[in-house]
């Protein structure tokens, strides 16, 4: 069961605090390179389900493991997540 404990203003979550979402690319740089869950998550160390979790938002990666995934598509960082939502592609 995740932590929800009230700390007042914010709710505390498993991920983090509620409202500081951390939003990846993951599936986009995956899809685009024709990479399975299963590979990234081989490739980084970790159970493919947790790729699934990164790329759902369910779990925000500690820095470690976000500077790995980027190093690993050989993209900066900013690149593959980021605090605020993407832009959509082909919107303006």
Known sequence: ?????????????????AGETIYNRIAVLRTERGISRRQLAEALGVHYQTVGYLERGEYSPSLHLALRIAAYFEVPVEVVFSTAPFPRIGST
């Open 1 to 17: 069961m995740a932590d929800t404990r009230d700390t007042g203003t914010q709710r505390r979550t498993k991920a983090g605090v």
